[in-house]
């Protein structure tokens, strides 16, 4: 197995919320494996443990490239990958590559926030952001320097007038 060719990250388009779910995407090089599966769990949980084969979803002339959906409860997760190769398994986490089931290094994805629902009344609104401070007729400034976080005090009641 070419091992500098098996690529993931906990995040980017590696590792993302789809739905309900958290889609994760691995890199290995072309016929490569034979199969994959991810081990993810609560990282507060020991005993959610589940597994799910990771799919190949899609090839280019140098890479294979497998995808798999995670589904927690609990909306985190820290995962790692089990390879199977030609010549035998590999574990696959974030501190790297082992032979024997690391305790310590997996990947992880800290909170999956659910999508927001829509809220039919947005379809036709017009939303204006308004900042009071540049409402106000400009100050008669001293002539030194303007300092780094100067403001122009205005006020609702100059959005008024």
């Not at 500098?4 to 290995?28: F, K, M, T």
């Not at 497998?66 to 790692?80: A, D, V």
């Not at 986490?93 to 999508?115: I, K, L, S, T």
Request: hydrophobic share 35%; proline share 7%.
């Amino acid at each position: 197995m070419l091992l500098e060719a098996v690529h993931h990250e906990s995040g980017g388009r590696w590792a993302y919320p789809e739905g309900e779910g958290i889609c994760l995407l691995l890199r290995a090089a072309k016929g490569d494996l034979a199969r994959s599966w991810v081990f993810f769990r609560d990282p507060y949980d020991k005993e959610s443990e589940r597994t799910a084969p990771m799919l190949k979803w899609g090839e280019d002339d140098l890479f294979d490239y497998f995808t798999g959906t995670i589904h927690l409860p609990t909306r985190r997760c820290q995962y790692l990958f089990l390879l199977e190769g030609r010549d035998g398994r590999i574990w696959f986490n974030e501190a790297g590559f082992h032979q024997e089931r690391p305790h310590w290094g997996d990947f992880r994805f800290p909170y999956h926030y659910p999508p927001e629902s829509h809220r039919d009344w947005l379809d036709d609104a017009v939303v204006y952001q308004v900042i009071p401070d540049r409402f106000n007729p400009a100050p008669d400034f001293p002539s030194e320097k303007a300092k780094r976080h100067a403001r122009a005090m205005g006020s609702l009641a100059r959005i008024v007038d």
